[in-house]
C-alpha cells in the first residue's frame, strides 16, 4: 500500500488538489504533514505542494527551505525517497539545493494562468514512467516566477544527464521561443535530481487528472508512482 | 551593531524588473540612462561583541538564506 504524504505550509495552496489527485488514482489516504513537524512519517513519497508559501516573502521557496520540516524532508530524499515539487514546491527544492537553478520572474513580469503543452523528456524517473519520451502533453501553469535560470555549466550537465524532464513547447512537439512561456532557459519546465528521484516542475499535474477538470494528462504522473511502487513490491 | 545588507542579482542574470524600471524611467522623460539593476536592501540589528564576530554571524545569514548565491551577490557594511 503506497504511503503518500503532502507537506503543508503557511500558504500552500494546492496541497489538497494533490491530496486529491493522489488519493484518486491510489485509492489511499494521503497523510498532510505540517511544515512545524521534524519528522516525515514512513512515506514513499513525498509532496511539496504549490502555493505562496510564507506569502513569497524574501524570495519564493527561501523561508519554506529553511523549515523545521525540510531538514528531514533532505535527510529522506538523499536516502532516496522520491520528492516531487509542483511549482512552489519546485521553488523549495530549488532553495533547499535538493536541485540545482533558481526560479526567477518571469520574463514578461506577469503573473501566467494558463494550459501549457509541454514535451516529456525522459520517462526515466519515478514520476514520468507512465509517459513515453518525446511525447506531448498539456498542463496548466501558474506562477510569476517561473523563469528558471541556472549557469550554462550547470544545464550542459543537467543535458547531458538527461535530467531535463519536462520543456515547453508548441502543440506540434516542437521547443521554440514562442513557447516558451516565463524565459526559462532552454525552455526548461521540470528537472531531477541526479538520482532521478526528486522532481520539479512548474506545471500542475494535480490540476488535470480527471475529465471533470478539463484533462487527463496529470494523472500519469501519479499513476507512475503506483507502477513503481507495485514493482518494487513484487521485486 | 548593525549589518546594512545589500543583495543583487549576479552579473549576466536577466533582470526584467531592471529593465521595467529602465523603461519607466525613460518614461519620465529623463534621458542618460544607462542600464538598470534592482535589489535588495536588508538592516539586521546584531548583538555581537565585536566586528569580526558581526562578520562572521552576517556572512552565515546571507549564504544561508538573505541571497540565493545561485542568482544572487551580497555586500554589507556593519556600522555601530
Redesign the interface.
Known sequence: MIRACVIVFPGSNCDRDVKVAIEAVTGRPVQMVWHGDSEVPASDVIVLPGGFSYGDY??CG?MAA?SAIMRDVIAKANAGTPVLGICNGFQIL??ARLL???L??????KFICRDVTLRCETDDTPFTRCYRTGQVITLPIAHADG?Y??DQETLDRLEGEGRVVFRYCDAAGSVSAAANPN?SQRNIAGICSENRRVLGLMPHPERLHERLLGGTDGRRMFESLLVGFAEAMSA | MKALIRITLKPG??D??GK?IEGAIGALGIAGVGEVRQGKYIEVDLGAADEAAARATVERMCK???A?T??ENYAYDIVR
Open positions: 524574501l524570495r527561501a529553511n530549488t532553495e540545482p537553478g533558481a526567477m520572474r518571469n520574463a514578461s513580469l523563469n535560470f541556472a524565459g | 542574470v536577466l526584467p524588473q521595467a544561508d538564506l538573505l540565493n545561485v542568482i
